[in-house]
């Protein structure tokens, strides 16, 4: 290995390391003088496990023999890595010149953003970007670009893609897999990560693009990780395909010829992958530039010694069509490609004064301004910390975060406070104990070790313990049941009874459920289950319940909002009044679906609370050993359950051989040797305890038997492996489309639903899918959970089972360990094997495939279409594709049904507008450019409309597309006063707990930067502003509208507040208010605004008063006759009139020409609450001067 002018990588250097203790540390440990050594990059590694330690790049003078003084220091035949053990030091340095893995260059002060760089093929990660003219001093990533943009990190990865004598068989797949792998391992994907950007050349740019796309098709556990990358600029990538005869004459016979092969000219799997990531990239918002080289490159060539070098004819390897996707010759994406006048090889390597290098920082400038705004904008939209927490489901307010904060429970005490029984009718969750009844009970008297083994600690926990105890094991080792069988097993209660005292223990449990309803996975849930408990046991705790609700509020299921459960709980927990001896049994911490930072401070709130003589709270939890559990529960007590149940899984090996009447002392060395391979993961004892049941009744010898437990692989991914491979390949797309189905949807599926989904996945058309689902019309409910189990076991080998509940079966997977194996990068290939490469549909596909066709058969466009529209979104959220190829053929009357406010004609684009469904616009558009144009009802209108259950991102970025394409239309009033118009349909003054208030006022803002007048003239001389909630009247106002405005019956603002106000003091229903209203306030009102006000007005008058003080305050004027129904009590607002009118001839004449009428306005109030709250409308009199003028 030539090394005289290498550039080395030195790991594992101490937080407090500088350049110059670097250059003494190898001077004393190698022998090098300091003079040879130069240091040219130190940053902290980006090692979550050893974060303190720095990394740093380095070169050796050329005159010393640098490969001399490593020799005894060489790992490994390779003689690429040395590892320097010093004195002193924690850790051994380690030296290396291949780069694999990360490498941080740079660390900022600001930290904003990472930018990794990707190389190609057959390249070094460090290597491939230093400039071309043979020095090696200079790189421009690590020594120019933290320049050029301080507050970004750049990162090399390095991973192997040798060609030359190869035996890795490794894909595209696989090395993207190897990065997504490490990316985790490193923290990017926390949700405190930073931002992502990438610079990749060649095949680096296919690995980035797999990666992406193998994210996107993951559950939500690595949304964060994908919602990271934010751009890059990838530099000549065969997208779709390159000039590769050379590499292939390289590889031919070896094992890497698939990967090369995968590069061709015209590839499907580049095609598809292309697809994939331009819809992904598209959803998502990521801003990618697209660099083509602009020079043939020299081919790899044999001489007669057998040796391979770049001598052989020139040719263009990747042409700029492929490079820039097709983006080379469209006029309408020029500023997403750039030329680079260079070779293949060379077009990343830049020197200091290159031109080019100025281009890619003008182009990694705007991603970063791009993440900036982002930011801003979440900022902004958010609000503060609580409100984040809280509205937008982050789950984030932790026991202490209550302390000090105002609560509804301050509330006085009233006569009309809700039952008990009211109360936990509201708290329960219907599902409530189905997680429990689903697992299974202990086998026969296993388990009792728990209670029995001094050597568990639990019976000494449950009767002296404090804090938290930990239950933590792999996989499929029996944790559920283990916590079923305590909660249930009355020993438990006895232990943790204490006869010193009257006060009953009071224990109550939650078991996490990620296959479950979002009650059942979340924190909500948790809240409301563990209360409802805890209120069933110790009812004394409603006088505090109780608190938090008005005399006549109607208690539903819908009044506990998560900020109400979690004060409710630290009110039970603080409060000293009643005794409270409380443990709290949790199952499966690791399948909660949020931060599992928040739950585990939760419980770690729990644990800090003082106990006293009559207050005790302790928790005991169960997870796997996952690194943030160890790392917050690593001090408290644990146990095990693989440690203890060897004996358990000898007796159901034992007594299961047995059941099948198979003679257990002929097979005992068989079973010893199970229980030994096993390693207490009681789930793999239960799949190879049939296994073997099944091959001893087909009469196998004891050698084979014994050879055939040996074969079997010992952890359960692996194992499920093997049950796929068992299935011929020609039944593996039933086996694809079941396990997908199964997993994707948050809420069990009916057997009914999940057959035919499965049924429907191969469907191409409508027609094909109507006769799929006709062919199960007459089949029972009955009938579908007896035929979806045998397919299932036939098609999954037991994957997949099927419950009965009330008679209806339902569908779920074998165990959590089978949702984590379906979820793996690689499951689609193990099933599919090559048709995985063309193959982008998944579960959500399925079932949406399912919900339209099934929506059609029952001419129904409510839940059905509803669901369909929500399983489309995901599916082009997760596969980069739409469903426009399967839309297009059903007929016209289906779209025309399904429009809602405004019914499609079109054959789907006007549907997809609507439903937001962006990519089905995509690919429309690209083959249609004046689809947009065409669509019989305006789009925009479409856009905004909202369909129930529909994501509010997703309407505001249909919008946005759809203005991106036709910013023209914002200044179109035959196009925008609908819009306008819908919006506030669901936004009028009367509309106070909508729900929409912050979506729309992002779309209204959209709708305004892009040219929508915030004075338009919706129609009668209103304006957005006369009939607005408070919260977009706000938002006008700070975009100019005129506050002052009249419309065209002489009124302002101000006036239809009061109009609302004035009716709802004098109404004694909301239907009678509605009726009351000004005929053109009632025109913007929907059918069902009823629903939207409350039965006692006067939260209504309530909601009101800050609206009217906003507009008076600001320059609305009030008329004189809403002033005089407005004062009510003379007095009061005497004494909030400005000093400067006091005792004004305006004034006087005011108070004396209308005290009797006032009077008579007062007689007309019965509620005492009304009359306080219009003395406080005695503030309008700040503009009494200006509206008494009219």
């Keep these: 290995m030539k090394m005289r002018r290498a550039v080395f990588r030195l790991r594992q250097l101490p937080p407090t390391t500088d350049r110059l203790d670097i250059i003494n540390l190898l001077t004393e440990s190698i022998g090098v003088r300091a003079s040879a050594i130069t240091v040219f990059s130190l940053a902290r590694s980006v090692d979550i496990y050893n974060p303190s330690s720095k990394i740093a790049t380095l070169m050796f003078d050329p005159e010393t023999d640098i490969q001399l003084s490593l020799k005894s220091f060489a790992t490994g035949s390779s003689g690429d890595e040395w590892k320097i053990k010093i004195d002193n030091l924690r850790h051994t340095l380690i030296l290396d010149t291949h780069f694999r893995g990360f490498t941080p260059l740079y660390d900022p002060e600001d930290h904003q953003a990472d930018c990794i760089a990707l190389s190609g093929l057959a390249s070094h990660p460090f290597g491939s970007w230093q400039q071309k003219d043979g020095s090696k001093t200079f790189m421009w990533i690590r020594d120019a670009l933290p320049k050029s943009l301080p507050r970004v990190r750049p990162i090399l990865y390095g991973y192997d893609t040798m060609l030359q004598n190869s035996n890795s068989f490794q894909s595209i797949l696989d090395i993207a897999c190897g990065l997504l792998n490490q990316l985790r391992a490193c923290g990017w994907a926390s949700p405190t990560a930073k931002p992502l950007l990438f610079l990749a050349h060649s095949l680096g740019g296919l690995v980035l ?223 409530q104990h189905s997680r429990l009844d689903e697992i299974e009970e202990r086998f026969r008297t296993t388990l009792d070790w728990v209670f029995d083994l001094p050597e568990s600690g639990f019976s000494d926990w449950l009767q002296h313990g404090t804090g938290i105890f930990w239950i933590n094991g792999k996989p499929g080792s029996g944790k559920s049941t283990l916590m079923k069988f305590i909660v249930q097993d009355p020993r438990t209660h006895t232990l943790l009874s204490d006869w010193k005292t009257r006060h009953s223990p009071i224990y109550v449990s939650f078991f996490f459920h990620h296959r479950g309803s979002s009650l059942q996975k979340s924190f909500e849930g948790l809240l409301r289950s563990i209360i409802h408990q805890i209120l069933s046991s110790q009812p004394d705790f409603n006088t505090i319940m109780t608190q938090f609700f008005d005399g006549g509020d109607f208690v539903s299921s819908d009044c506990w909002t998560l900020l109400k459960l979690q004060t409710v709980f630290h009110e039970i927990l603080e409060q000293t009044a009643i005794p409270l001896h409380l443990t709290i049994f949790l199952d499966a911490l690791d399948e909660y679906d949020g931060p599992k930072e928040f739950i585990c401070r939760f419980l770690i709130d729990i644990a800090k609370i003082t106990q006293t003589p009559t207050k005790d709270i302790r928790v005991c939890f169960s997870s796997r050993p996952w690194d943030i559990f160890v790392t917050n529960f690593q001090k408290y007590p644990t146990l095990r359950p693989e440690d203890f149940t060897r004996e358990d899984i000898m007796s159901y090996c034992l007594n299961s051989l047995k059941n099948e009447e198979i003679s257990s002392s002929d097979y005992e060395s068989l079973i010893i040797e199970l229980v030994n391979r096993s390693r207490g993961v009681f789930l793999w004892v239960k799949l190879v305890v049939k296994d073997l049941a099944i091959a001893i009744q087909n009469n196998q010898s004891r050698d084979e038997l014994e050879k055939y437990l040996r074969s079997l692989p010992i952890e359960l991914d692996d194992y499920y492996a093997e049950i796929i491979t068992r299935i011929p390949l020609s039944h593996r797309w039933k086996t694809y489309a079941m396990l997908e189905v199964a997993v994707r949807p948050d809420e069990p599926l009916e057997a009914r639903e999940f057959i035919c989904a499965v049924e429907c996945s191969d469907c191409k058309t409508y027609q094909a899918g109507i006769a799929t689902l006709l062919k199960f019309r007459n089949y029972s409910d009955d009938n579908f959970s007896g035929f979806t189990q045998h397919r299932s076991k036939f098609y999954c080998g037991g994957l997949v089972e099927v419950l009965s509940a009330n008679e209806i079966g339902i569908v779920q997977v074998l165990h959590q360990t089978v949702v984590d194996f379906v979820c793996d990068t690689k499951f689609k290939t193990l099933i599919l094997q090559e048709r995985a490469k063309i193959t982008m549909d998944n579960g959500w596909t399925f079932l949406a495939k399912y919900r339209f066709l099934e929506s059609e058969i029952l001419e129904s466009q409510g839940w059905y279409i509803t669901q369909a529209v929500r399983y489309s979104i995901e599916s082009e959220m997760t596969t980069g594709r739409s469903l426009k190829l399967f839309l297009d053929t059903f007929p016209p009357s289906f779209f025309r049904r399904g429009g809602g406010d405004y019914p ?29 144009d065409n669509c019989p009802d305006p789009p925009l209108a479409l856009a905004v409309t909202r369909l129930p259950n529909f994501p509010d991102k997703d309407i505001i970025a249909t919008t946005s597309l759809i203005l991106q394409r036709r910013g023209e239309w914002a200044r179109r009033p035959d196009i925008t006063v609908p819009v306008m118009r819908t919006i506030l349909k669901r936004n009028t003054l009367l509309q106070w707990q909508a729900g929409y208030e912050e979506a729309d006022l992002d779309l209204v803002t959209l709708l305004i930067d892009w040219g929508i007048s915030p004075d338009i003239d919706l129609g009668d001389g209103l304006r957005p502003i006369h009939v607005a909630t408070l919260y977009l009247v706000r938002l006008l106002f700070d975009k100019g509208a005129n506050i002052e405005c009249w419309s065209r019956f002489q009124k302002t603002a101000a006036d239809y507040v009061a109009d609302a106000l004035i009716s709802a003091s004098r109404e004694e229903s909301s239907s009678d208010l509605v009726r009351s209203l000004p005929r053109e306030i009632s025109s913007f009102l929907p059918s069902d605004i009823i629903s939207y006000l409350p039965e006692n007005l006067d939260a209504f008058v309530s909601h009101l008063i800050p609206h009217l003080y906003f507009l008076i305050d600001h320059g609305s004027m009030l008329g004189l006759r809403n002033i005089t129904s407005l004062k009510v009590v003379l007095p009061e607002f005497s004494a909030r009139i400005p000093q400067q009118l006091r005792g004004s001839s305006s004034y006087e004449e005011f108070a004396e020409d209308h005290t009797e009428e006032l009077a008579e306005e007062a007689e007309n109030l019965t509620s005492p609450q009304k009359l306080k709250l219009y003395e406080r409308l005695a503030q309008v009199s700040n503009r009494l001067k200006r509206a008494m003028k009219r």
């Design 904 to 932: 499609c004609s079109t054959i789907g684009f006007g549907f997809a507008a609507l439903a937001g469904l962006r990519l089905y616009m995509i690919e429309t558009l690209e083959v249609d450019a004046q689809a947009l």
């Design 209 to 431: 693009k797999q990666a992406f796309v193998s994210l996107a098709n993951t559950l939500q556990s690595d949304n964060t990780l994908r919602v990271s990358i934010k751009g890059g600029i990838l530099f000549g990538v065969p997208n779709f395909g390159m000039e590769q005869t050379s590499l292939l004459s390289m590889v031919r016979g070896q094992s890497n010829e698939g990967l090369v092969g995968d590069l061709a000219l015209g590839s499907q799997y580049l095609s598809h992958l292309d697809k994939q990531f331009v819809g992904l990239s598209f959803l998502q918002d990521a801003k990618i530039y697209w660099a083509y080289e602009t020079r043939k490159s020299p081919t790899v060539k044999q001489d007669s010694a057998q040796n391979w070098s770049r001598s052989g004819p020139e040719r263009i390897l990747v042409t700029p069509n492929s490079a820039t996707r097709g983006l080379y010759t469209r006029k309408d994406h020029t500023e997403y490609v750039f030329p680079i006048n260079e070779d293949h090889s060379t077009m990343v390597k830049f020197s200091e004064d290159d031109h080019v290098y100025s281009i890619l920082v003008h182009r990694l400038s705007s991603i970063m301004d791009k993440i900036e705004t982002d930011i801003r904008n979440e900022l902004l939209r958010t609000g503060s910390a609580l409100y984040q927490a809280v509205q937008m489901g982050d789950d984030s307010i932790s026991i202490d975060t209550l302390d000090g904060m105002p609560s509804d429970s301050q509330a006085p005490s009233n006569s009309c406070a809700p039952t008990l029984d009211e109360i936990l009718k509201s708290l329960k969750v219907p599902e």
